[in-house]
């Protein structure tokens, strides 16, 4: 079994389980569909096969830092992010939430 031990947590607020429809968009032509897996006020685990499984692992570094805009359609938000890690195998990547269109929803968001 893995001792996880050694492995230094990053996140400074605990993430929330959720699983909360999203559109997004990378730059002029990468779009798709997901669900935020897990958020919380800074960060979020974003599923979307469509776009992260199709990214070669060759191609990851230039997608890492990465300005990305996730819509939440039943929450009338919009949450803007950057890329830090990508899993291609799971078709999932980890943001850094830069900004959102209204700050409070999305602490009732997280919080709620």
């Known amino acids: 079994m893995a001792d996880n031990a050694g492995i230094k947590e990053q996140r400074r607020h605990e993430r929330k ?43 990851i570094g230039d997608y890492i830092g990465a300005h990305i805009r996730i819509m939440f359609p039943a929450h009338s938000l919009t949450v803007n992010g950057t890329i830090v890690r990508i899993d291609t195998l799971r078709g999932e990547g980890a943001l850094s939430i830069s900004g959102t269109s209204d700050d409070e929803s999305w602490e009732r968001v997280c919080s709620g």
């Open 17 to 59: 389980k959720v699983k909360i429809t999203a559109l997004l968009k990378m730059g002029i032509y990468l779009s798709g569909r997901g669900y935020a897996k897990d958020i919380s006020r800074d960060g979020m685990c974003l599923v979307a096969p469509n776009l992260f499984k199709f990214i070669k692992s060759s191609q």
